[in-house]
């Protein structure tokens, strides 16, 4: 129970401060750049279903930051014209420059709060369990997760 505990006590402190610092250097949520960073890693429009798939938060999470961010005109949304039940998002050229804004301030602030305190740590074989972790899961759910967050 002590790894489990470590685990929830250092992701909820960690993910506090990358979505503090992105509210207040971008103007932007976590959750918000979990977003453009998926549509950025695609490279091409991809429906809602599949990104509500990729990112790390719930479903309607997902589509309330989808509505912040087409608000901000850092996403584009619309219906397939094939099959008016599909949304297709992509980010727009704002959206890409937001996304490549908060990138630098989200990978400084994960060196800092996740690289410097590990540095003389055995990496590899955290990496490694948390991976296990992670498989272990997605055997329960079924559900596929791997892609990360940035």
């Keep these: 129970m002590a790894a489990w505990s470590a685990l929830l006590v250092a992701h909820c402190r960690v993910t506090a401060v990358l ?22 890693v695609a490279g091409e429009p991809i429906r809602m279903a599949t990104l509500a798939e990729r990112v790390l938060v719930s479903r309607p999470t997902a589509s309330r930051a989808v509505d ?12 397939d014209e094939q099959d008016r039940r599909v949304v297709l998002l992509e980010l727009t050229g704002e959206g890409r420059r937001q996304q490549s804004r908060a990138g630098r301030v989200h990978v400084d602030g994960i060196a800092r709060l996740v690289g410097a305190p590990l540095v003389d740590r055995d990496v590899a074989a955290l990496t490694d369990s948390l991976r296990a972790l992670a498989a272990g899961a997605e055997e329960e759910t079924g559900r596929n997760r791997t892609s990360s967050p940035g």
């Design 19 to 40: 979505d503090r610092e992105l509210r207040q250097r971008i103007g932007m949520t976590l959750d918000d750049y979990d977003v453009l960073y998926q549509l950025r």
């Design 68 to 79: 912040r961010l087409v608000a901000n005109g850092w996403i584009r949304r619309w219906h």
